[in-house]
């Protein structure tokens, strides 16, 4: 078949068309994604139930860091877990780099409200740990549901697929929330699932650490928290996507 100048523009033209659309379409991909912590300011950030961030909380080498070693010029009053009050989110995918010392505890917790001792009595929790030496360095032995990827004291990971890098290495942690199920990654690998707020979540529940938490749970939209466990703690690349 002979190919006539005029074909080969209008084929360049079509081709020029479909790159701009894949190209556009891959940009707002992108912008979905919006960064609670990028490496270079903690804007946003500040003490659940506070006004300020702790001054452990801190930057360095882009990293948000809780230093423990840090001396304080002025004496700090009240909690230092943190959470991002900028905005509430209902239904996302979030996505955070983090590592943590031998010994080392956290979590990270959604649909955080204010108000409370502290906002595990109302918000999930995703556990953070060091499952490699906590037992042996604390001398207690731990339940499941207390280990990483769990989410705390409901549903706990599957062991099979769970890998948690040794402490003082990034992991990688992804949560998927929807109301009619919610996803935990860990290093890549999905190692839970359940659905909110059915008979079998209800149940799980009074059962048991949060029969005498009314309220754990129940809130359907809130903030983004780092939970502080004196340790050391380091964050990095924290994003999320609305859903």
Request: glycine residues 8%.
């Amino acid at each position: 078949m002979r190919v006539t100048n005029l074909t080969k523009m209008m084929i360049a033209f079509l081709a020029t068309i479909c790159l701009s659309a894949c190209q556009s379409t891959s940009k707002e991909a992108a912008d979905d994604w919006v960064y609670l912590f990028d490496g270079t300011s903690m804007d946003g950030w500040r003490a659940y139930n506070g006004e300020t961030m702790p001054p452990q909380w801190v930057i360095e080498d882009d990293v948000l860091t809780f230093d423990t070693d840090m001396k304080l010029e002025v004496e700090w009053t009240g909690g230092k877990d943190i959470i991002y009050a900028a905005e509430k989110f209902d239904n996302f995918e979030l996505y955070l780099e983090w590592k943590i010392p031998e010994g080392g505890n956290s979590g990270v917790l959604y649909h955080v409200v204010e108000g409370y001792g502290g906002p595990y009595e109302a918000s999930p929790e995703y556990q953070l740990l060091d499952d490699l030496k906590w037992e042996e360095i604390n001398n207690a032995t731990l339940q499941e549901w207390q280990k990483t990827g769990a989410d705390y004291a409901m549903h706990t990971p599957d062991n099979n697929v769970k890998i948690v890098k040794p402490a003082g290495e990034w992991n990688t942690t992804t949560i998927k929330f929807t109301p009619e199920l919610v996803e935990h990654w860990l290093n890549g690998k999905k190692i839970l699932s359940f659905v909110p707020w059915d008979e079998a979540w209800e149940a799980k529940k009074m059962e048991g650490k949060w029969k005498d938490f009314p309220d754990y749970g129940k809130f359907k939209t809130g903030y983004i928290g780092l939970q502080d466990h004196d340790s050391p703690l380091w964050f990095r690349n924290i994003k999320i996507k609305k859903l």
